[in-house]
């Protein structure tokens, strides 16, 4: 699973930032909230939403907080303190605990499936494994993700938490960023419920790899760099002679 995208990282900051509204609405929607790409643009704005409930108005801007906090640290080390910090975020105002490990068992819907009370010292441990593999940045993104799925280790808000972790390793590292796009969600949650079940993932990650993974290739074509406004100014024009 090679690499896709090879971006500076202010080239796919720059990307993250163009495509932020997207990757919220995309994120809002595989959470099951009922919304719009143009009614997740009016949240972003800071306006309000007409018949939209309180909570879900409070998960979108949580996650436009989040997206800013993950390109204001996105040099950062990711583990497991990185990751509660993101929950923390998620789930402001709406999820109690927000941040702490779960310690009570939770039902996931689709299965009788249950994940385990999740040990911190154990997910810690998976979560340094897994950006330590010899593999390449974007299979590691991936992997993080859907472990962080599967584990279950929030009380809510953990396939965002798990999105979010994922693309500051890829934006850290220049390969892209990874939104599940809606209309492949149906099958995406096949694929998530068949993983929980088995904890065999090569055939979502894959999909995911295939589906879900964008970026730019930027082709530097031009010979001659601009330059800056002031130099610019400063070349001297020769003027046209007006037609007689």
Not at 162 to 187: C, D, Y
Not at 215 to 239: A, L, T
């Amino acid at each position: 699973m090679l690499d896709k995208y090879q971006l500076t990282l202010e080239e796919n900051i720059f990307l993250a930032k163009r495509n932020i509204v997207d990757s919220i609405y995309k994120e809002s929607k595989l959470e099951g909230i009922a919304i719009t790409f143009p009614e997740t643009n009016e949240i972003y704005e800071g306006r309000a939403v007409a018949g939209m409930s309180v909570d879900d108005i409070v998960k979108v801007n949580n996650l436009k907080h989040a997206w800013e906090f993950v390109l204001e640290t996105v040099e950062y080390p990711i583990d497991l303190r990185y990751i509660r910090q993101l929950s923390q975020i998620i789930g402001d105002k709406i999820v109690p605990l927000a941040g702490e490990l779960r310690s009570s068992d939770v039902n996931i819907g689709g299965t009788t499936w249950k994940p385990e009370i999740p040990d911190m010292i154990r997910i810690s441990d998976e979560v340094h494994k897994i950006m330590n593999q010899d593999t390449s940045i974007t299979e590691k993104a991936i992997t993080l993700m859907l472990f962080l799925m599967r584990s279950q280790i929030f009380y809510d808000g953990n396939k965002r938490v798990a999105q979010l972790a994922a693309n500051q390793v890829m934006i850290q590292n220049g390969k892209g960023i990874i939104s599940i796009p809606v209309e492949h969600q149906e099958q995406f949650f096949v694929m998530l419920v068949k993983y929980y079940e088995t904890n065999q993932m090569d055939e979502i990650k894959q999909f995911v790899y295939e589906s879900s993974v964008s970026g730019i290739n930027f082709q530097k074509k031009m010979d001659v760099k601009p330059v800056s406004k002031e130099e610019f100014y400063r070349k001297k024009v020769k003027p046209i002679s007006p037609k007689l």
